[in-house]
């Protein structure tokens, strides 16, 4: 289990050494999630279109290591961007990865661009 949480790691836009192409804009769903892989890791990546934002995280939700955070609805509590895991419904910030409304669980975050019409996903590894 550790050994699966520990391919999950924040990367910040500064520490990108590599911007991996996902697919063009148009291949991803508006204002819901998809998954992508990436070396060993699945990735979620949003096309929150409604605020005209794209977000990516861990695909693996941390409560019971289920990989399906790309298939949760997206939306906002408080103004924040989050995404809610389809199985129990915790909220985590698509800015930063910390747990909403009480959850204390954390997941990674990844920066996302569009350029040309194709999106990337930044990895430090
Ligand atoms: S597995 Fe995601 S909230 Fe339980």
Redesign the pocket.
């Known amino acids: 289990m550790q050994e699966i949480l520990s391919r999950y790691e924040t990367v910040t836009e500064d520490a990108v050494n590599e911007w991996f192409r996902v697919g063009e804009a148009t291949d991803f769903p508006e204002n819901s999630g998809a998954c992508i892989k990436y070396k060993n890791k699945q990735i979620a990546v949003y096309n929150f279109s409604r605020i005209g934002k794209w977000y990516a995280t861990q695909n693996l939700?941390p409560?019971?290591m289920?990989m399906?955070l790309s298939l949760g609805m997206i939306g906002d509590k408080d103004d924040i961007p989050k995404v809610a895991?389809p199985?129990?419904?915790?909220n985590f910030s698509l800015e930063d990865g910390s747990g909403l409304g009480g959850n204390d669980l954390k997941i990674a975050t990844y920066p996302v661009k569009i350029e040309n019409g194709n999106v990337y996903i930044g990895f430090s590894d």
């Open positions: 939700c409560h019971k289920e399906v895991c199985m129990h419904k915790k």
